[in-house]
């Protein structure tokens, strides 16, 4: 059973930083086998977009608004998915949700349709 959790969401001002965190079934990162995540932003109003995807060998991508303030790392020894978030804009306000695709040639893609597993979600709040 593959189960994600997130975590760390909040209220901050335009400026400020946030670290999500993902806390994932230790099946995907305990096993050998290849494995991608991904965050993902939903808006009201607006469809899913990814933000950050890493896949098991360390391979990263971004969007092209988050390039250079976010980042996202595996923690391997927690079972834990990070986003850190830097300089952040009332644009970057929405439930941000973690995703895992464990599809065997998975990649660090950051389209919804190719991740299977998803979390509940967490709300950040960027204020001007």
């Known amino acids: 059973q593959v189960r994600l959790v997130e975590s760390g969401g909040g209220s901050v001002q335009s400026g400020g930083s946030l670290r999500l965190s993902c806390a994932a079934s230790?099946?995907?990162?305990?096993?050998?086998?290849?494995?991608?995540m991904g965050w993902f932003r939903q808006a009201p109003g607006k469809e899913r977009e990814g933000v950050a995807a890493?896949?098991?060998?360390?391979?990263?991508r971004y969007a092209d608004s988050v390039q250079g303030r976010f980042i996202i790392s595996p923690d391997n020894a927690k079972n834990t998915l990070y986003l850190e978030m830097n300089n952040l804009k009332p644009e970057d306000t929405a439930m941000y949700y973690c995703a895992a695709d464990l599809s065997l040639w998975c990649v660090q893609g950051l389209e919804p349709s190719r991740y299977q597993y998803w979390g509940q979600g967490t709300q950040v709040t960027v204020s001007a």
């Open positions: 890493i896949r098991s060998d360390g391979s990263s």
């Open positions: 230790g099946y995907i990162f305990s096993s050998h086998r290849r494995f991608c």
